[in-house]
């Protein structure tokens, strides 16, 4: 029985073959748009001495501005998922954030709207 399993080509695992499927009809990468977003955190209280450099190293925020009751953060974020890892530090290091307010970054980028 385990012959059989091993004996399988790409062909009978997808009927298109090993180069066909889902992946050869999506957009080229070219063709996708900008998602970059600009976001507004503020997060309760000042945040640890580390917690802001390694957000300075990682991220590179526009600003961090820190004051008694809070702690401002702005910035860009090239997509949902950069966005959650700062969201995931500042929780790990036991920060509470109080809002996140983001907006799509309409800054074109280079190879868009530039004439040739």
Do not use: C, K, N
Request: hydrophobic fraction near 40%.
């Amino acid at each position: 029985m385990l012959d059989a399993v091993f004996s399988v080509t790409p062909q009978q695992l997808h009927p298109g073959g090993a180069d066909d499927g889902w992946s050869g009809t999506t957009r080229a990468a070219d063709s996708v748009g900008s998602v970059t977003m600009r976001y507004r955190m503020v997060v309760s209280g000042p945040l640890p001495h580390t917690t802001v450099a390694t957000i300075h190293a990682r991220f590179r925020p526009d600003h961090i501005v820190a004051g008694l009751d809070s702690t401002e953060v702005t910035g860009m974020a090239i997509d949902q998922p950069a966005l959650r890892a700062l969201v995931g530090l500042v929780w790990d290091t036991g920060g509470q954030i109080l809002s996140l307010d983001t907006e799509p970054d309409t800054t074109p980028l280079p190879s868009e709207g530039v004439p040739e």
